[in-house]
């Protein structure tokens, strides 16, 4: 097929509301020889969407400032060194530092992944920054094991649904907090052993039942995105000798009443994580490991793509406000129209 010059992208009239997203005009990417170009079928959206739409997280250095950060679609174009692991025609789902939000994307090499059978290009939009965030978070970073009692923080966003069916596929016991009665229900349908309503009150004593359920003195694993709100509670929680890992900071970044005699008394290992400024190899590493340890998942039906709400590239503005209006259950994918599809 023939690659034209020009695509259809969501753009930015500038930083701010989402009034400023709107559908224009940009140049298609040009591959390097070690990256794949992508004829976009769908595209997912992230937290890390609105953060660099409101200026607060630019692209890494010489990144498009085109938005997206994991898509689906067909290989058409394929690097020299790229070809002895891709060829055109593939159906494929990537994670990428930027540009999903397009009619097409270039990918690394190693950042590309077939789709799992009976998976749907829709489905599979949904998995590459959800899925190998949660799988980075618990298993490349905190070494989850069977047995172990994790907790995980906002456990019907995207990230959070897709956390919790890991930690049950590795063997772990799993406990949440989430923001209405309904995302309880839904967070236990997917496998959360213990969930609680934030709104109704504090976790703390609730969470510490649960551990003590399993004569822990605490949780072996605690992976969470809201930050500052959360960080005396969860130094209540944690168990001796455990892991906390921090991917994102909802509530704020200043941990103010974070002591660090508790972290020397507890041994406690605290990690902060981000996944998308990092270098090509070690997304490449992480996708090997993820592919060994976890895609079976996706074919024995033991791990799902949890899409929540599928809308249009047009309506780019809506599918923000649905995740910044905290709706969530899973993912929000939205689909692009190729007019020469």
């Known amino acids: 097929m023939s690659i034209p010059e020009k695509m259809k992208a969501v753009l930015l009239k500038g930083f701010g509301g989402r009034d400023n997203l709107y559908i224009g005009e940009a140049d298609v990417p040009k591959i390097k020889d070690d990256e794949v170009l992508i004829k976009v079928h769908a595209f997912g959206i992230n937290r890390a969407d609105t ?54 994307v270039a990918a690394h090499m ?14 599979a939009a949904g998995i590459p920054e959800t899925f190998l965030t949660a799988f980075q978070g618990l298993r490349f970073i905190a070494k989850i094991k069977k047995n172990d009692i994790v907790l995980i923080h906002a456990g019907a966003s995207g990230v959070g649904t897709a956390a919790i069916q890991l930690a049950k596929l590795f063997g772990a016991k799993v406990a949440t907090t989430v923001g209405s009665n309904e995302k309880i229900a839904y ?106 340890e976890a895609m079976e998942g996706f074919h024995n039906g033991k791990l799902k793509v949890i899409i929540d709400k599928t809308w249009p590239m047009e309506q780019i503005a809506d599918a923000h406000k649905y995740m910044e209006d905290n709706l969530t259950m899973g993912k929000v994918v939205l689909t692009v129209i190729n007019d020469k599809s």
């Open 187 to 292: 967070c236990k349908k997917l496998g959360a052993d213990k969930a609680i309503n934030y709104k109704h009150g504090p976790w703390v004593n609730a969470m510490k039942e649960f551990t003590q359920e399993f004569n822990k003195d605490g949780f072996n694993i605690i992976y969470e995105s809201i930050g500052k709100d959360y960080v005396e509670s969860n130094q209540e929680v944690i168990g001796t000798d455990a892991q906390w890992v921090v991917y994102s900071a909802q509530s704020g970044t200043e941990a103010d009443k974070l002591s660090l005699g508790m972290l020397m008394k507890k041994r406690t290992t605290l990690t902060g994580t981000v996944l998308r400024a990092r270098p090509a190899e070690y997304k490449t590493n992480l996708i090997k490991q993820f592919h060994d």
């Open 51 to 104: 953060m660099q739409r409101e200026g607060q997280y630019p692209p890494p250095p010489g990144v498009t400032d085109i938005m997206g950060l994991e898509a689906s679609g067909e290989i058409v174009n394929v690097g020299n060194e790229a070809k002895q692991q891709w060829k055109n025609g593939d159906k494929v789902m990537v994670l990428v530092s930027g540009g999903g939000y397009a009619e097409y």
């Open 110 to 123: 190693g950042c590309v992944m077939k789709i799992p059978e009976g998976i749907s290009m829709i489905d």
